[in-house]
């Protein structure tokens, strides 16, 4: 790898008439997000422009966005799409759910430090200000990036824990939703996954169904990632990707989203999930659903 030939590479696809894109996605996808980012510094220092704004002033659309998310540090790109969220016309309640129910506590740290110093509040803060109710306290304590995160399981405790969300919800004339945020934001996961197997014997049926049937709205979405999560990552990126593809129209913030900020972490794991769950593979669905360089950019970050 060498930053000075890519950011040449780069230069000259941008450079005189028309822009090459296909030796964008090129140089781009076969890097990765820290190579991304020794080619933006050296991109400066040798030839004395931004490379962020040259990208900006040759590209549009989505296919802009997907590049300009490759080119951002991950932590950052987090950090804008919860500004984008919170900040943007409505409340894109979907990416802060996708966001703050998925990231680890450390991931969860960096982004609150980041969004402070990039905008001077505090991502709690913002939450607070943008968002209501029950479905507030749950962004709030996900967005503390403080669950346990250990691996003991405490059977006594897991019993406990089960019985108290069968009689926080199924049990009583309704849901003490308090309880189920308590219990599934902060305990460890191999813990909650014990108490989810208790909870199907007391209840007599899966937590999520529970869920649905308690809770509704921005809530019920809420809980139901931080319990996909827990159970099955890419299975949750799977059906993010899948739901923002299916029927009319693509929702493209997320589509875009998720392929930028998985391609590098679980995205093998993600199509395996997407194939297995929808028995179409996430290569396909992308085709069927993009054009243009918006899809050769994607096929690429999907790979397979």
């Not at 950011?7 to 008439?17: D, N, S, T, V």
């Amino acid at each position: 790898f060498s930053a000075e030939q890519e950011a040449q590479a780069l230069r000259k696809a941008m450079k005189g008439f028309g822009t090459d894109e296909d030796a964008i996605i090129d140089t781009l996808t076969k890097l990765n997000v820290s190579q991304r980012q020794q080619v933006l510094i050296t991109y400066k220092s040798t030839i004395g422009r931004d490379l962020i704004d040259d990208l900006k002033s040759e590209l549009s659309g989505n296919f802009e966005k997907v590049i300009i998310g490759l080119m951002t540090p991950t932590t950052m790109y987090d950090v804008h799409e919860l500004r984008r969220a919170l900040k943007g016309a409505g409340t894109d309640e979907g990416c802060l759910i996708e966001i703050l129910a998925s990231r680890t506590n450390a991931e969860i740290r960096h982004i609150n430090e980041n969004y402070k110093l990039q905008y001077g509040s505090t991502l709690e803060d913002d939450i607070v200000s943008d968002t209501s109710s029950m479905f507030r306290r749950v962004l709030v304590s996900l967005a503390t990036g403080n669950r346990d995160e250990g691996t003991f399981v405490d059977e006594a405790l897991a019993q406990q824990d089960a019985q108290c969300l069968y009689e926080a919800g199924e049990k009583k004339w309704g849901t003490d939703e308090v309880q189920f945020m308590s219990i599934l934001c902060t305990r460890n996961r191999c813990h909650l996954l014990r108490v989810f197997d208790v909870y199907r014997g007391i209840a007599n049926k899966d937590i999520t169904e529970s869920i649905k049937s308690e809770m509704s709205g921005d809530l019920e979405d809420a809980l139901l990632a931080v319990v996909k999560c827990l159970r099955n990552k890419p299975a949750y990126f799977a059906e993010r990707l899948y739901k923002s593809m299916k029927g009319l129209g693509t929702d493209d913030s997320t589509l875009i989203r998720v392929m930028v900020s998985r391609s590098e972490i679980d995205m093998l794991y993600i199509r395996r999930e997407f194939l297995a769950t929808y028995g179409k593979s996430l290569h396909s669905f992308i085709k069927g659903d993009c054009s243009g360089d918006y899809r050769k950019v994607l096929l690429r970050l999907c790979g397979g």
